[in-house]
């Protein structure tokens, strides 16, 4: 525990140095696509007297480079090979340094894959009838008791969603009020420490100092949902290219979060492998002409297979679009149906509010919104990011949800377990806090 | 996953090329590279050259022969000098003393020196030089106007009001109409010995001078050796005094040395021999008629 709160702090005072820097690069690095925004900070002065408000807190930054490439060496949104992923890291920050013209030191990433894992915690502590403190809080978080995440297994984020006072539940701000006991619920998200690891080191070979990691699915959840969504509950699912995240939404804090190890990449392999097509192709006709609902004209409707086999008959198919169809929907039907068992092991739908969102590149298939209303409920919408400032055009559609939401991320936090102090308790071997903690009590 | 285009071909920059291209970007690095490296070349360029002897020879020559291309420009050529404001006898010693060769260049004419040389002449007060279109050098001068002769040590002299030497002459009758003043500090004084030779107007076929006494006070010489010593101040009211008892008593025919008026409130006179041997007599007379 100690380990994990040493490196996400250093994060954070790594986040606070590129602050004031002015410049951080956000990172997505999916399975499809890798993608860089460059952020300027403006150091967060609003303006005044124009009636612009905040704007849920995007005016404080501007994005000044965007590019994005194809993937390399990623699968199911975790480093694969190594040296791919670099070289795809590489050319996606030199494109967007270009075109900021600005070099760029501190990055903010989020990736999907690693096999998030949900848990809530609850803890408890006793006031005695005090004012609650910000150490009190910060005890309330320490005395939650850590599940066994199992060998390897790390925290990637751990945010308090709900304070109760006594009786009183609900409570975001619990600070100066007066009560006999405290209680905080957590959500904790573990990840697969050895893929964190691999992002660390990946983009520490590309000379940038990570300054954060959040998974993708949070991330998406952020830009995808609006205000509201979040406050009264809603679910994300953040359709990519090799994994699809699913994060739920509530009172405006992430509560769970899950990832299913499907998405767009075998839409386009099971393309390939049912034409008998390389998957460059398979790509490309699964773009221009996929789909999900088959009409009666989708029979007419004839498609042309190209190759380099040199098998003049294999060449020079014809299919039809029905039968693309008939390829393409099972996968995503597949992939519907693993996201519902996901959010029905969650207790999705004991929730006050049923809204899904789906974003992310592989929800752009048309035919998805009448397939995912019958699948997962009638309250189903595509969502596509935000817009914040200064994004290009070609950044705005849902593949680049989880960068524009780690964006508006990256310039407000959620506050985590180790944004506060560790209670001297806690605190290993015979540190100094303690030593003042008990002059401080005995004298 | 529309949005992703495949490359034709994999592009990646290498580690090197991405590491050069961050280099680049930095902006210390790149204000070095854009300015201070190509002004510290430039710079230590031309000191390596300019410090070799042969190319300071070399640019030494090449500005020789570009002045003297200039100087022979028609456009620069003074051709001739025009005196204004002064009489005949101080231009012709201007043009000796300048002593200047037309047709010259205006680059090599220096006016701050030949108003210096020209100023230096007693009879100028004031020169304004500068070259007029067309090529001729303009003197304009102001002349000092003499307004008494001086007689000091040295011999005559013409000055101005405010006692600068306008010229030397050698003849009290070159200039007959202004008076004449004498001794050492008179020069200082001027304003005052006009006025007072003014207000001797009636007297004008008598005065002959007038003659600063100790630097502070003027004596009126006038025809068969008499005297009026004025005071140092209020000098003008004493001669008028003077004048006053001349007219009521004829004071100034009578055989009287000295008209000694340097305390006004009691005016003295010295007598001449005869008179006094007069007086004698009659004082004699007197004691004789009384005993």
């Keep these: 525990m100690i380990d994990l709160y040493e490196t996400q702090r250093a994060m954070r005072q790594m986040r606070k140095a590129a602050m004031q820097r002015g410049v951080v690069a956000i990172l997505d690095l999916g ?294 169809i008939g390829i393409m929907r099972p996968r995503v039907e597949e992939t519907l149906e693993a996201v519902r068992e996901r959010l029905d092991a969650a207790g999705f739908e004991a929730l006050p509010s049923q809204k899904i969102v789906l974003t992310g590149g592989a929800s752009q298939v048309p035919g998805l919104m009448g397939l995912a209303a019958r699948m997962l409920g009638h309250q189903v919408r595509l969502g596509r990011p935000l817009r914040v400032q200064g994004l290009p055009q070609a950044a705005t559609g849902p593949g680049f949800s989880a960068a524009v939401g780690l964006s508006m991320f990256a310039a407000h936090p959620q506050d985590e377990w180790w944004d506060f102090e560790i209670p001297a308790e806690r605190y290993p071997g015979r540190s100094l806090r303690r030593a003042v903690k008990w002059l401080k009590e005995n004298w | 996953m529309c949005a992703m285009r495949a490359p034709r071909d994999d592009y990646a920059p290498s580690r090197i090329a991405y590491r050069v291209n961050r280099l680049w970007l930095s902006p210390i690095f790149r204000i070095t590279m854009l300015w201070l490296l190509p002004m510290g070349v430039i710079g230590g360029g031309i000191g390596l050259w300019a410090s070799q002897p042969g190319s300071q020879e070399l640019v030494r020559s090449i500005q020789v022969a570009v002045m003297a291309r200039m100087r022979d420009q028609p456009d620069f050529q003074v051709k001739q000098m025009a005196v204004k404001g002064a009489s005949p006898e101080l231009t012709r010693e201007i043009r000796r003393v300048l002593d200047l060769q037309f047709p010259m260049s205006v680059l090599d004419l220096d006016l701050d020196e030949i108003r210096v040389k020209v100023s230096a002449f007693d009879a100028v007060a004031h020169v304004d030089a500068h070259v007029v279109l067309g090529g001729a050098l303009m003197l304009e001068i102001t002349q000092r106007k003499p307004v008494v002769i001086w007689r000091n040590a040295r011999g005559l002299a013409l000055l101005d009001e405010e006692g600068h030497r306008v010229a030397v002459t050698e003849r009290r009758d070159g200039a007959p109409e202004l008076p004449l003043i004498a001794a050492a500090g008179a020069e200082d004084a001027i304003p005052e010995a006009l006025a007072i030779v003014a207000a001797a107007e009636p007297l004008k076929d008598r005065l002959r001078g007038l003659i600063r006494q100790g630097e502070r006070r003027w004596d009126v010489a006038l025809t068969g050796d008499q005297v009026i010593q004025l005071p140092e101040t209020g000098a003008v009211a004493a001669m008028e005094r003077v004048l006053a008892m001349d007219e009521a008593g004829d004071l100034l025919g009578r055989d009287i040395r000295v008209i000694d008026m340097r305390n006004p409130d009691r005016p003295t006179i010295r007598l001449g021999d005869e008179a006094f041997a007069y007086l004698k007599t009659l004082r004699g007379l007197e004691k004789g008629m009384s005993n």
């Excluded at chain 1, 308090?160 to 959500?187: C, E, I, K, M, Y």
């Excluded at chain 1, 990840?191 to 998974?215: F, M, P, Q, T, Y």
């Excluded at chain 1, 769970?256 to 490309?284: C, M, N, Q």
């Design chain 1, 31 to 324: 399975t499809a696509q890798t993608t860089c925004l460059i952020l300027r900070f403006d150091g967060g002065h609003l303006p005044g007297n124009d009636g612009v408000g905040p704007l849920a807190g995007q005016s404080r930054f501007r994005v000044i480079g965007a590019a994005t490439t194809r993937s390399r060496g990623m699968r199911f949104g975790e480093i694969d090979v190594m040296q791919e992923t670099e070289r795809a890291l590489r050319t996606v920050v030199q494109a967007a340094q270009k075109m900021a013209q600005v070099r760029v030191d501190h990055a903010i990433a989020c990736f999907s894959g690693a096999g998030p894992r949900s848990y809530g915690l609850a803890g408890q502590i006793d006031l005695a009838g005090d004012s609650v403190r910000e150490s009190d809080i910060a005890a309330v978080l320490a005395s939650c008791e850590v599940p066994d995440l199992g060998p390897d297994r790390t925290i990637l984020h751990a945010q308090p969603v709900n304070f109760a006072l006594d009786h009183r539940s609900g409570l975001t701000d619990p600070r100066g009020q007066v009560g006999n006991t405290l209680a905080a619920d957590l959500h904790l998200l573990s990840v697969d420490a050895g893929v964190v690891r691999n992002l660390l080191h990946c983009v520490k070979r590309c000379d940038l100092e990570l300054a954060g990691i959040a998974s993708s699915a949070y991330a998406s959840g952020i830009s995808a949902l609006v205000e509201d969504e979040q406050s009264i509950g809603a679910a994300c699912i953040d359709m990519g290219g090799g994994t699809t995240g699913i994060s739920i939404f509530m009172r405006g804090h992430m509560i769970y979060a899950d990832s299913v190890r499907i998405g767009g990449a075998h839409v386009t392999s099971d393309i390939s492998k049912g034409f008998g097509i390389s998957l460059g192709l398979a790509e490309k006709i699964k773009c221009y002409h996929g789909g999900l609902v088959p009409t009666g004209r989708d029979d007419r409707d004839m498609i042309e297979l190209t190759g380099e086999t040199g098998d003049w008959e294999h060449d020079r198919r014809e299919i039809s679009r029905s039968e693309l």
